[in-house]
């Protein structure tokens, strides 16, 4: 069935550091979907990139869609403690299927 | 609006007892799915359903079961539990799109 692979599992950066991680699907997606969980509580929708190549930006965070729809990534720039927590993906073919989560923690 | 509502929030259960869990959805959403997520791991999709009186497996639906009777509402089902059923569950609903957690139930199975 499909996989849907994320690293790293873990990342420990300083403030003010960049923060990247890495989605790979082993099929073609026709979307990915971003997903935040803060430590404790829930995860919560980012953002959802649909077509290849996309690129969409919100305050700090980069989301990218590869050409080939079948990885993403999520890069933070100057990372802030407001940050902390569990990323995943969710890539989509037919159903959605969840990647392990890449966790951040800052140091401040 | 509510949005996705779980209870209860913790619970303890003996080496087979059984339980429901219940989840609640005020947004009309058609889509309602069940996780479950092991310390330090990701989530996994136990069942899912895509309208009331459909309900259908994710990847890990041994010793669960589910029901869709209307579209608000969609309880999981335990039955005989067992440690391995320790976890956290995440109830969701969707329009298609994203998808809305609940705020989860921690259960521990001793």
């Known amino acids: 069935g499909q996989q849907v692979m994320q690293i790293p599992q873990y990342q420990h950066v300083q403030e003010g550091e960049d923060f990247t991680t890495y989605c790979n699907s082993s099929?073609?997606?026709?979307?990915i979907q971003w997903y935040k969980q803060r430590p404790g509580g829930h995860p919560v929708f980012l953002i959802q990139l649909v077509k290849s190549g996309e690129v969409k930006k919100q305050k700090r965070l980069t989301f990218q869609f590869g050409e080939a729809k079948k990885n993403s990534s999520l890069h933070i720039t100057a990372t802030q403690t407001t940050y902390v927590g569990t990323y995943f993906c969710a890539g989509r073919a037919g159903k959605s299927t969840f990647g392990d989560g890449t966790t951040l923690t800052v140091k401040p | 609006n509510a949005g996705v509502t779980q209870t209860p929030k913790f619970r303890i259960l003996k080496i087979g007892q059984s339980m429901t869990l219940q989840c609640t959805q005020d947004?009309?959403?058609?889509?309602m799915y069940w996780y479950r997520q092991d310390p330090g791991m990701g989530l996994k999709l136990i069942y899912y359903s895509v309208g009331a009186g459909i309900t259908d497996k994710g990847e890990v639906p041994n010793g669960y079961n589910v029901s869709r009777s209307t579209t608000e509402d969609f309880p999981l089902r335990l039955e005989l539990a067992a440690p391995s059923q320790t976890s956290v569950y995440f109830c969701?609903?969707?329009?298609?799109?994203?998808?809305?957690f609940g705020p989860g139930t921690r259960l521990t199975v001793l």
């Open positions: 969701a609903s969707s329009n298609g799109n994203e998808q809305f």
């Open positions: 947004m009309n959403h058609n889509y």
């Open positions: 099929t073609t997606l026709s979307n």
